[in-house]
């Protein structure tokens, strides 16, 4: 990782993640609350699955293609009509009030400079490809999930997850693609999580944002940006 404050005549490109970096909530976990809500899935048995699948989640253990199968159980059986016309709901009743005016500015910030501008996310392409539009953000990492022969999503996921190293993996990948290395790009990535450590390290400017206690205190230790987007929100 480079110590410079500018690496001259390399695009640059920001990161992001989404949950609790963008957004003061986890989107992933919100949707799940949201289709109990909608009468969608049983709040008691549906609710305990899910607070335990984002326990797992906060303490980096979570398994991806299991949590994945139970998260998007619902959406699979209603279909594509219904699953997006309930996702327009959850925009504009969940995600849409939590966009804060911060995080929207230091997006807008980086397009207006010119920046490639990526959110990786762990969470699944349904909930946050929506999202990251409402962001203004044409680029999007997050977990892809498997189609039927009806082109409609099976429960499963393709390829890596994109969670801890996943994302490191799937970013190489990615400018791979572009017919870029990371050597090629000036790097900046902005998270509040430890599963993002691995991504963290490796781009040239690591932020932790809105950081947990633990990865505050490795910020602090390494001399890493912290910024608080989210300090005066209730």
Known sequence: MS???EL??????ALFDLDHTLLPLDSD???????IAIGWCDREEFGRKNDAFFDDYLAGKLNIPDYVRFATAAVVERGEAEASAAHQRFMDEVIRP???????????KHLDAG??????SATNEFVTRPIAQAFGVQHLLATELARDASGWFNGE???????????VVRMTEWLAQRGQTWEDVEATFYSDS???VPLLEKVDHPVATNPDARLRALAEERGWRIVDLFSEAP
Not at 115 to 120: A, C, E, H, K, Q
Not at 158 to 167: L, S, T
Request: proline share 9%; charged share 20%; glycine share 8%.
């Open 157 to 167: 996921i393709v390829g890596i997850p994109n969670m801890r190293e996943g994302k």
């Open 115 to 120: 920046d490639t501008v990526v959110i990786t």
């Open 194 to 196: 430890m599963n993002d």
């Open 29 to 35: 976990h919100g949707w799940g609350e949201f289709s």
């Open 8 to 13: 001259p005549n390399k695009p640059k490109l």
């Open 98 to 108: 939590a966009m804060k005016p911060a995080a929207i500015e230091l997006v807008q």
């Open 3 to 5: 110590t410079s404050s």
